[in-house]
């Protein structure tokens, strides 16, 4: 009997009406297991996954690949999404023995979760052969098997220890990071590392807060770069906004295009912030079009943000996305058409798949004559028409509550430095104004939704569907970046509610998830017992939980005075600082929070009447050094510290900056503050 048709993850959804007697993860399955005293087959995987698919398509809907498995396991379906616990356990089971890992990720475990045997993909013959020998073992060759599982877990209990070594994140260490990136640094098509390329989003913000710090140009250069490159391939999508999860090959070109929430959040921030301090256009393009991907295209009204979009199209990779010369004369015109063709590097013998392109930006479109970005924009117009009536792509939506805290601190960041910017010279003002309008909206959804649905008796939960929360619990990246996300509407929206709540959440992470030495582990101390508990430091798609958890405690000592979040911060930081200075392009979060406290970071309260208009609130975020906060309102305004005590200064707006605990005199005109923050 298959168990899925009640889950509330997509994922489990795809595969409720295959010939397998899939459990969901639950102990009532390992019970199955040890009373049939058979092993256990655990398949992990996410929604938007094209070799899950393809998996599913060759394996999992076959009869009698199905038998095979009913006959000799129980078999276990897990969203590594929803429960990222699990996930991270049996992939680095699955590191530790292959020396790689990927989904769809396939284990054989004993009946108490042990793993055996590990691996990814496994065409259908190999597969099934893999479910015979397997089976065979377990019958047969009970003893190694066991001695086996033993070893693999010794393996991974130790590379999730914690209470190693630790040392200060000082400024020598995040120098030698940023070295290190730019040894990696591929000069000639941006990004670090070799095919597949994925968006390196959290080393990026590094690079540009040690640049802020430092004034490095080596490091803004990376990033620009890097931003442009991106922007300009088809990982990016020219037509509508957001970016694929990663590059095929090495120069952006190709996609695997399932486009993720928490990669363009992250990309979000980079384009975001790289606008904020050189004024790129095509930052600030790129940027616009990015929130605007993020409230049309992922967000539930009422809920959040939605965690994908699937990479394939009824059951083709690309079909929604992939044109030929023909296809665009065919909604263009002959002129248009061709024209088209030569902007998007769209060619006869095609960069995809059977003579078809994926879009690339081969001209530029932000520094040129208006008539010419006119014809762009009516050209890009036209074909997203032409391309909304093709089939369109699945979308997972299931919200997850990290990912959506990743989401609502880039929204606000964004509408910050708009803000900075807009002009009614601006000759696409009332597109930016829409975009703001919609952004605003679907991120404090977002955040509604987060502080009154996942937020259940002082603990969050880590996903919901369709306005119901999950029973998946809350894992520590989930309490970080909901905690950044909260202390990042506070300085939007002065609200003290925020702020309140941020507070929470750190406390129920400091008292549940503390391990020896400083650092945490993902789970909680009264979550479910797998056969690890997992600590991972590094960042890899996402922010590890501990450099999460670590810029929520930064960002909320700042806005509160309160020392114990920064201590707690520092130790924690000292316990990811020695893979810092030698694997930086694992560690990006943890230094660009490491820039932040380097930088001290800065506490600028701005007591005005008018916090959305006033020239003094615009020059603290235009040069608010790395990491710093930023809080505008009226004086002694009730729930918010940083206005606490602080009045106007002869009935004009006044500049507070304080650093460390610091404090300078109040300022009151933009000069003085901006010499202030250099």
Not at 12 to 20: E, M, S, Y
Request: glycine share 8%; hydrophobic share 45%.
């Amino acid at each position: 009997m298959n168990r899925l048709a009640g889950a509330t993850s997509p994922y489990l959804l795809q595969h409720a009406d295959n010939p397998v007697d899939w459990w969901p993860w639950c102990d009532e399955a390992f019970a199955e297991a040890k009373r049939r005293d058979v092993p256990v087959l655990i398949s992990v995987g996410y929604a938007a996954c094209h070799w899950c698919h393809v998996m599913a398509h060759e394996s999992f809907e076959n009869e009698h690949v199905g038998a095979l498995m009913n006959d000799d396991f129980v078999s276990i379906k897990v969203d590594r999404e929803e429960r990222p616990d699990v996930d991270a356990v049996y992939m680095t089971a699955t590191q530790a023995m292959t020396g790689q890992g990927g989904w769809p990720m396939t284990v054989f475990a004993t009946p108490d979760g042990t793993p055996f045997f590990c691996g990814t993909y496994f065409p259908r013959e190999n597969f099934v052969r893999l479910l015979q020998s397997v089976a065979t073992a377990w019958r047969d060759q009970r003893e190694e098997v066991l001695r086996q599982g033993a070893a693999v877990v010794e393996a991974i209990g130790g590379a999730q220890a914690v209470g190693g070594p630790s040392t200060p994140l000082d400024a020598p260490l995040l120098d030698a990071a940023a070295a290190n990136l730019a040894g990696e640094y591929d000069a000639t098509n941006g990004g670090f590392g070799r095919a597949p390329k994925f968006p390196p989003h959290m080393n990026l913000l590094f690079l540009l807060r040690h640049h802020q710090r430092t004034g490095d140009p080596r490091s803004l250069e990376i990033v620009r770069h890097t931003a442009e490159a991106m922007a300009r391939g088809g990982i990016y999508d020219q037509l509508a906004g957001g970016f694929a999860r990663y590059s095929v090959d090495a120069h952006w070109t190709v996609p695997h295009f399932e486009k993720m929430l928490y990669d363009n959040a992250l990309l979000l921030r980079v384009y975001t912030q790289l606008w904020r301090l050189t004024g790129d256009p095509l930052a600030r393009r790129v940027a616009r079009d990015t929130a605007r991907f993020l409230a049309d295209e992922l967000h539930r009204p009422g809920e959040g943000f939605a965690s994908a979009l699937d990479a394939d199209t009824e059951g083709v990779e690309g079909l929604t996305y992939a044109w030929t010369p023909a296809q665009l004369v065919e909604v263009l015109g002959e002129e248009d058409g061709h024209w088209a063709a030569d902007l998007f590097a769209v060619t006869v013998e095609g960069t995809f798949e059977h003579g078809t392109s994926v879009l690339r930006l081969a001209r530029d479109v932000d520094d040129v004559a208006p008539e010419i970005r006119a014809r762009w924009q009516q050209v890009v117009g036209r074909l997203l028409t032409a391309r909304d009536n093709r089939p369109q792509p699945a979308r997972d939506d299931k919200v997850v509550a990290a990912w959506n805290g990743l989401a609502i601190t880039a929204l606000v960041e964004f509408q910050q430095v708009v803000a900075l910017y807009a002009s009614p010279k601006d000759e696409d003002v009332n597109l930016m104004e829409g975009v703001v309008i919609v952004a605003d909206g679907a991120m404090r959804d977002a955040a509604e939704h987060l502080a009154t649905v996942h937020l259940v008796d002082g603990r969050l939960r880590r996903v919901s569907r369709g306005g119901a929360v999950g029973e998946p619990a809350g894992v520590l990246e989930d309490y970080g970046c909901v905690a950044e996300a909260f202390c990042a509407l506070h300085q939007l929206t002065g609200e003290g509610r925020w702020l309140t709540l941020a507070g929470g959440l750190l406390d129920t992470a400091l008292e549940h998830f503390a391990a020896p030495g400083g650092a945490f582990y993902d789970t909680a101390d009264d979550a479910e017992r797998l056969v690890t508990r997992p600590a991972d430091p590094t960042d890899n798609a996402t922010p590890s939980g501990r450099s999460a958890l670590i810029a929520g405690l930064v960002a909320y000592t700042a806005l509160t005075g309160e020392p114990r979040y920064r201590e707690a911060a520092e130790v924690a930081l000292g316990t990811v600082a020695p893979i810092v200075g030698q694997h930086a392009r694992f560690t990006g979060y943890a230094a660009t929070v490491g820039e932040a406290l380097l930088s001290g970071p800065y506490e600028i309260a701005v007591a005005t009447d008018d916090p959305t208009g006033d020239p003094l609130v615009a020059a603290a975020h235009r040069h608010a050094p790395p990491g710093a906060v930023v809080v505008a309102g009226r004086p002694d305004q009730p729930g918010v510290p940083l206005l606490a005590d602080r009045p106007l200064v002869d009935g004009r707006s006044a500049a507070y900056v304080c650093r460390g605990f610091v404090c300078q005199r109040p300022v009151t005109s933009v000069e003085e503050l901006v010499a202030e923050l250099r």
